[in-house]
């Protein structure tokens, strides 16, 4: 039964240390606006999208750093987010974006929602996993610094998907299984959703996840330097113009191949260009196909619409042939996977 679905990534361009929250918020509705003039029922917007990507700046004055965290959990209603989920509500488009999140006990989080705008509520919330980067700046002082693992702590919501309901006309609700249908409702229900963060999109342990629980879209929001040497290793010496096209190449390289192997749709939304006068960000937000294929891809550097049209069945193919998970999954050799962290050559010969 075909599930079709609209689904938009709102690129962002840069956002300064100096840049006003309200000005943000009026990018994001426009952004909004112009996806729902396409048709969009969902749109994703970048990780921490609401500030500069505020991690690659060692911070010691403390007023400034809690100025880029989001304090209040019910963000619909917070007075700096309002309007955004206001605008969802009104144009009936479910939005999903990423902040820095400091709960009311204190622990910060790399942090990514869903709202539904039918229901009017958070559906999900995910909390980043692969957090990138150090603790302490490098020490040389032209170094693009990744300091999330001094500013959050990692994730402990797991990879949980999750269905968003009223999005797709006429599907198999839970009340309505027959018994004939009985353990035949794959691929009928509401669409199932999975959010990741930047980084964790490189690692195909956070997509297996959400493909073990048949996931058909996800949905991954990042900040991504073009030019970070001191990051990724310097084995290759490359210009700033060669390092942006490379870190581009794997940002397509791990959406699409993760799709393919997950048999699932997925978008990227970027914050991109130049931030805070000196830090590029790259961009490319797609969405990619669950044949690994890029169907829309942005054109600029700035905010702009990725948007397409899917059909949600399309992840049946993948799902019930070559990745049958039931079928041809062998967990019997996987153990390693989970019992060990790092690399262990076993000693020399
Ligand atoms: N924001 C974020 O997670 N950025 C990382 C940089 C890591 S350096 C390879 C990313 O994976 O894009």
Same mark, same amino acid.
């Given at each position: 039964?075909?599930?079709?679905?609209?689904?938009?990534?709102?690129?962002?361009?840069?956002?300064?240390?100096?840049?006003?929250? %309200?000005?943000?918020?009026?990018?994001?509705?426009?952004?909004?606006?112009?996806?729902?003039?396409?048709?969009?029922?969902?749109?994703?917007?970048?990780?921490?999208?609401?500030?500069?990507?505020?991690?690659?700046?060692?911070?010691?004055?403390?007023?400034?750093?809690?100025s880029y965290y989001e304090?209040?959990?019910?963000?619909?209603?917070?007075?700096?987010?309002?309007?955004?989920?206001?605008?969802?509500?009104?144009?009936?488009?479910?939005?999903?974006?990423?902040?820095?999140?400091?709960?009311?006990?204190?622990?910060?989080?790399? %942090?990514?929602?869903?709202?539904?705008?039918?229901?009017?509520?958070?559906?999900a919330k995910y909390r980043?996993?692969?957090?990138?980067?150090?603790?302490?700046?490098?020490?040389?002082?032209?170094?693009?610094?990744?300091?999330?693992?001094?500013?959050?702590?990692?994730?402990?919501?797991?990879?949980?998907?999750?269905?968003?309901?009223?999005?797709?006309?006429?599907?198999?609700?839970?009340?309505?299984?027959?018994?004939?249908?009985?353990?035949?409702?794959?691929?009928?229900?509401?669409?199932?959703?999975?959010?990741?963060?930047?980084?964790?999109?490189?690692?195909?342990?956070?997509?297996?996840?959400?493909?073990?629980?048949?996931?058909?879209?996800?949905?991954?929001?990042?900040?991504?330097?073009?030019?970070?040497?001191?990051?990724?290793?310097?084995?290759?010496?490359?210009?700033?113009?060669?390092?942006?096209?490379?870190?581009?190449?794997?940002?397509?390289?791990?959406?699409?191949?993760?799709?393919?192997?997950?048999?699932?749709?997925?978008?990227?939304?970027?914050?991109?260009?130049?931030?805070?006068?000196?830090?590029?960000?790259?961009?490319?937000?797609?969405?990619?196909?669950?044949?690994?294929?890029?169907?829309?891809?942005?054109?600029?550097?700035?905010?702009?619409?990725?948007?397409?049209?899917?059909?949600?069945?399309?992840?049946?193919?993948?799902?019930?042939?070559?990745?049958d998970f039931a079928r041809?999954?062998?967990?019997?050799?996987?153990?390693?996977?989970?019992?060990?962290?790092?690399?262990?050559?076993?000693?020399?010969?």
């Open positions: 039964m075909p599930r079709p679905l609209k689904l938009a990534a709102a690129q962002m361009g840069p956002i300064h240390q100096t840049s006003k929250r %309200t000005d943000t918020i009026h990018r994001m509705l426009t952004l909004l606006q112009r996806a729902s003039s396409l048709g969009a029922q969902v749109v994703l917007f970048p990780e921490c999208a609401l500030t500069t990507f505020f991690p690659r700046h060692l911070i010691t004055d403390a007023s400034l750093l809690s304090h209040d959990d019910d963000l619909p209603n917070a007075p700096n987010t309002k309007l955004l989920f206001d605008e969802a509500k009104k144009l009936k488009i479910d939005i999903s974006l990423g902040y820095a999140e400091m709960t009311p006990g204190g622990k910060s989080y790399n %942090t990514s929602l869903y709202f539904s705008a039918h229901t009017g509520t958070i559906l980043k996993i692969h957090l990138p980067g150090t603790s302490e700046p490098f020490s040389n002082p032209e170094a693009v610094n990744q300091l999330e693992k001094r500013y959050f702590h990692i994730g402990d919501l797991g990879f949980s998907a999750f269905r968003a309901p009223d999005l797709v006309p006429g599907v198999l609700k839970k009340g309505d299984v027959k018994e004939e249908d009985e353990g035949r409702t794959e691929g009928k229900g509401d669409p199932i959703m999975g959010m990741m963060i930047c980084n964790d999109r490189r690692w195909p342990e956070s997509w297996r996840c959400y493909g073990l629980q048949g996931v058909e879209v996800v949905l991954c929001g990042y900040n991504t330097a073009g030019y970070a040497p001191d990051l990724w290793g310097t084995r290759r010496v490359m210009t700033p113009g060669e390092a942006e096209e490379d870190a581009v190449f794997h940002h397509k390289l791990v959406m699409q191949s993760n799709s393919y192997m997950n048999s699932c749709f997925s978008i990227s939304a970027a914050k991109c260009g130049l931030e805070d006068g000196k830090y590029d960000l790259i961009a490319g937000s797609c969405i990619t196909s669950p044949e690994g294929h890029i169907l829309a891809e942005a054109k600029t550097r700035g905010d702009e619409i990725v948007f397409a049209e899917v059909d949600l069945e399309d992840c049946r193919q993948g799902k019930e042939k070559t990745f041809h999954r062998r967990v019997e050799a996987y153990g390693l996977i989970t019992e060990r962290t790092g690399v262990d050559e076993g000693g020399l010969l």
